[in-house]
């Protein structure tokens, strides 16, 4: 049977841990949390007391940390690299969102033992991570991008080839960029439109099925009890928080920057998601903004 090791359980990398133990694939998984730990135990992964432990002889490494910092620690720079105990026939899938020149030298590092690396990282959100349904932007070869296909299909619905190494970072950047333009632009129409007596549900559905339909109004709306299952139905729980947006949007501007791309737009959603965070407002779900503006409206 195939042993996935897993490291990183957060609110994503738990329910895609889950879904592949759920799919028959034998998961060793490993967090620094043990809470996280005992909630993968109940869902059917074995629990590793290392990340070396988890990764060692494993067909996979599946990883999903928070920054390139982490990534380059736990492969490459780390008092124990995994790169030192992955097997060569092993394939490093890492799920995180990253700058990718990381990616790239994380890749290098494994190529020199032997071991192939894909940055792999993903859209969808926490409810796409539970559903089963991410979708996957992955950098790499064309071989160990097949190679993988067996293991992602188990947690995703859409696999997508970017390029080479980096390359699935790249893709990501310019996607939650866009994202972070499109749920700024969502929280704008909204707001002025209650504010002018509309009611948001009603405004909503006429968006929706006119030209301003977008992802952000369509399934993640912004206002509370517009939709029921959305965070800003759950006081902005959950979800994809301001701080990771902004993180996201660093990365994002760092390739702009590099690559003399402008970025106006991009630049502006930046400036206000930052205003939000300052706010106090960093650990709430990113379609939150819709509270900067009400609060600058009174």
Request: hydrophobic share 45%.
């Amino acid at each position: 049977m195939t042993t996935v090791a897993f490291i990183g359980l957060g609110n994503m990398g738990g329910p895609m841990a889950a879904n592949l133990a759920k799919a028959g694939f034998t998961v060793r998984a490993f967090d620094l949390s043990a809470q996280a730990q005992e909630t993968a135990k109940s869902q059917g992964c074995e629990i590793a007391a290392t990340a070396s432990e988890a990764a060692t002889d494993a067909d996979f490494i599946i990883s999903m940390l928070p920054a390139g910092k982490h990534v380059r620690g736990l492969y490459v720079d780390g008092d124990a690299p995994l790169f030192d105990v992955i097997i060569p026939s092993a394939l490093v899938i890492d799920c995180s969102t990253i700058d990718a020149d990381t990616a790239r030298h994380v890749a290098a590092a494994g190529a020199e033992k032997g071991i192939g690396f894909v940055d792999a990282p993903v859209s969808g959100g926490v409810g796409g991570a539970q559903a089963g349904a991410l979708t996957f932007i992955v950098g790499g070869s064309e071989a160990q991008f097949a190679q993988a296909q067996p293991v992602l299909q188990a947690m995703g619905k859409n696999i997508l080839h970017a390029g080479d190494h980096g390359a699935g970072q790249v893709a990501k950047v310019c996607n939650n960029m866009l994202l972070s333009i499109l749920m700024a632009g969502t929280c704008e129409a909204i707001n002025m439109g209650v504010k002018n007596g509309l009611d948001p549900a009603v405004l909503t559905e006429i968006m929706k099925q006119s030209s301003g339909g977008n992802w952000a109004l369509n399934v993640y709306n912004p206002y509370p009890g517009v939709m029921k299952n959305a965070p800003a139905s759950k006081g902005y729980q959950g979800g994809f928080q301001v701080d990771l947006m902004i993180k996201d949007l660093g990365l994002a501007m760092d390739v702009s920057q590099q690559s003399a791309s402008p970025v106006p737009m991009g630049s502006a959603a930046r400036s206000l998601f930052t205003l939000h965070k300052a706010g106090g407002n960093g650990k709430l779900d990113f379609s939150s903004l819709l509270k900067l503006y009400q609060d600058k409206g009174e």
